[in-house]
Protein backbone atom coordinates (compact mmCIF):
# COMPACT_ATOMS: atom_id res chain seq x y z
CA UNK A 1 0.00 0.00 0.00
CA UNK A 2 1.32 3.24 -1.34
CA UNK A 3 1.92 6.36 1.58
CA UNK A 4 1.37 10.07 1.52
CA UNK A 5 3.21 11.16 4.17
CA UNK A 6 3.18 14.55 6.15
CA UNK A 7 7.45 15.33 6.70
CA UNK A 8 7.19 17.89 9.19
CA UNK A 9 4.53 16.42 11.23
CA UNK A 10 6.60 12.79 11.13
CA UNK A 11 10.36 14.65 11.33
CA UNK A 12 10.12 15.04 15.22
CA UNK A 13 9.04 11.81 16.19
CA UNK A 14 11.42 9.43 14.21
CA UNK A 15 14.40 11.84 16.56
CA UNK A 16 14.89 14.66 14.11
CA UNK A 17 15.19 17.99 14.48
CA UNK A 18 13.13 20.38 12.60
CA UNK A 19 15.67 22.94 13.41
CA UNK A 20 18.38 20.71 11.24
CA UNK A 21 19.20 21.94 7.73
CA UNK A 22 19.50 18.43 6.95
CA UNK A 23 15.99 17.06 8.40
CA UNK A 24 14.07 16.79 5.25
CA UNK A 25 17.18 14.84 3.54
CA UNK A 26 17.33 12.29 6.66
CA UNK A 27 14.13 11.80 6.52
CA UNK A 28 14.15 10.75 2.92
CA UNK A 29 17.10 8.80 3.46
CA UNK A 30 14.88 6.48 6.13
CA UNK A 31 11.78 6.78 3.69
CA UNK A 32 14.06 4.95 0.98
CA UNK A 33 15.02 2.10 3.08
CA UNK A 34 11.47 1.62 4.61
CA UNK A 35 10.38 1.75 0.80
CA UNK A 36 12.45 -0.93 -0.64
CA UNK A 37 12.17 -2.89 2.65
CA UNK A 38 8.59 -2.59 2.24
CA UNK A 39 8.50 -2.80 -1.78
CA UNK A 40 6.22 0.12 -1.77
CA UNK A 41 5.87 3.82 -3.08
CA UNK A 42 6.36 6.69 -0.51
CA UNK A 43 5.15 10.19 -1.47
CA UNK A 44 6.60 13.05 1.74
CA UNK A 45 5.19 16.64 1.50
CA UNK A 46 6.95 19.47 3.46
CA UNK A 47 6.09 22.89 2.95
CA UNK A 48 7.70 26.10 3.29
CA UNK A 49 10.15 25.23 0.53
CA UNK A 50 11.97 29.05 0.13
CA UNK A 51 11.83 30.79 -3.79
CA UNK A 52 12.84 28.40 -5.94
CA UNK A 53 13.63 25.72 -3.91
CA UNK A 54 9.59 24.82 -4.12
CA UNK A 55 8.75 21.41 -6.72
CA UNK A 56 8.96 17.90 -6.48
CA UNK A 57 12.06 15.63 -6.82
CA UNK A 58 12.33 11.14 -6.89
CA UNK A 59 14.49 9.81 -4.54
CA UNK A 60 14.52 6.21 -5.51
CA UNK A 61 10.59 5.16 -4.55
CA UNK A 62 10.43 8.29 -2.75
CA UNK A 63 8.28 11.11 -3.99
CA UNK A 64 9.14 14.47 -2.34
CA UNK A 65 7.30 17.71 -2.81
CA UNK A 66 8.58 20.81 -1.56
CA UNK A 67 5.76 23.02 -1.17
CA UNK A 68 6.23 26.33 -1.79
CA UNK A 69 5.86 29.55 0.97
CA UNK A 70 2.21 30.72 1.13
CA UNK A 71 0.90 26.88 0.76
CA UNK A 72 0.63 24.21 3.48
CA UNK A 73 1.46 20.55 3.01
CA UNK A 74 -1.99 19.96 4.47
CA UNK A 75 -3.17 21.40 1.22
CA UNK A 76 -1.43 19.76 -1.20
CA UNK A 77 -1.79 16.22 0.99
CA UNK A 78 -5.82 17.12 0.60
CA UNK A 79 -5.37 18.15 -3.41
CA UNK A 80 -3.27 14.71 -3.99
CA UNK A 81 -5.97 12.58 -2.27
CA UNK A 82 -8.49 14.81 -4.38
CA UNK A 83 -6.78 14.13 -7.54
CA UNK A 84 -6.35 10.31 -6.70
CA UNK A 85 -10.60 9.70 -6.45
CA UNK A 86 -11.80 6.73 -6.00
CA UNK A 87 -7.89 5.30 -5.28
CA UNK A 88 -7.37 6.85 -2.66
CA UNK A 89 -8.66 4.33 -0.90
CA UNK A 90 -5.54 2.32 -1.25
CA UNK A 91 -3.19 4.73 -0.32
CA UNK A 92 -2.43 5.20 3.67
CA UNK A 93 -1.95 9.06 4.76
CA UNK A 94 0.70 9.30 7.42
CA UNK A 95 0.23 12.37 10.04
CA UNK A 96 -0.84 13.36 13.34
CA UNK A 97 -2.10 16.40 12.43
CA UNK A 98 -6.41 16.40 12.87
CA UNK A 99 -7.30 18.31 9.85
CA UNK A 100 -5.15 16.26 7.21
CA UNK A 101 -6.73 12.86 9.07
CA UNK A 102 -9.81 14.10 8.83
CA UNK A 103 -9.03 15.28 5.01
CA UNK A 104 -7.67 11.46 4.38
CA UNK A 105 -11.17 9.70 5.94
CA UNK A 106 -13.51 11.99 3.56
CA UNK A 107 -11.11 10.63 0.78
CA UNK A 108 -11.21 6.98 2.14
CA UNK A 109 -7.89 6.40 3.05
CA UNK A 110 -6.48 4.80 5.76
CA UNK A 111 -5.14 6.71 8.42
CA UNK A 112 -1.86 6.14 10.46
CA UNK A 113 -0.35 8.51 13.13
CA UNK A 114 3.00 10.14 12.69
CA UNK A 115 3.80 8.45 15.89
CA UNK A 116 2.73 4.72 14.82
CA UNK A 117 5.12 5.21 11.51
CA UNK A 118 7.89 6.46 13.32
CA UNK A 119 7.20 2.98 15.25
CA UNK A 120 6.91 0.87 12.49
CA UNK A 121 10.22 2.33 11.28
CA UNK A 122 12.09 2.35 14.78
CA UNK A 123 10.84 -1.15 14.90
CA UNK A 124 13.37 -2.78 11.83
CA UNK A 125 16.99 -2.43 11.19
CA UNK A 126 18.02 1.14 9.51
CA UNK A 127 19.94 -0.81 7.13
CA UNK A 128 19.35 -4.31 5.64
CA UNK A 129 23.53 -4.32 5.24
CA UNK A 130 23.48 -4.47 9.57
CA UNK A 131 22.02 -8.03 8.69
CA UNK A 132 24.08 -9.16 6.28
CA UNK A 133 27.54 -10.89 6.97
CA UNK A 134 30.95 -9.11 5.70
CA UNK A 135 31.31 -10.65 2.59
CA UNK A 136 34.78 -9.04 1.88
CA UNK A 137 35.88 -10.58 5.63
CA UNK A 138 34.67 -13.91 4.34
CA UNK A 139 36.35 -13.72 1.30
CA UNK A 140 39.47 -13.43 3.21
CA UNK A 141 39.12 -15.40 6.15
CA UNK A 142 37.86 -18.36 2.75
CA UNK A 143 41.52 -17.60 1.00
CA UNK A 144 43.82 -17.61 4.30
CA UNK A 145 42.68 -21.20 4.58
CA UNK A 146 42.97 -22.42 1.21
CA UNK A 147 46.43 -20.76 1.54
CA UNK A 148 47.80 -22.62 4.43
CA UNK A 149 46.25 -26.22 2.69
CA UNK A 150 48.38 -25.24 -0.03
CA UNK A 151 51.14 -25.13 1.93
CA UNK A 152 50.90 -28.34 3.62
Known amino acids: MPYLIDGHNLIPRVGLSLQSPDDEQALIVRLQEFSRRERTTVEVYFDGAPPGQAGTRRYGMVLAHFVRQGQTADEAIAH ?32 LSAEAFAHQLRSHPRSEQAEKPDKVGNIEEWLQMFQKRGKK
Open 80 to 111: RLASLGAQAKNWTVVSSDHQVQRSARIHHARV
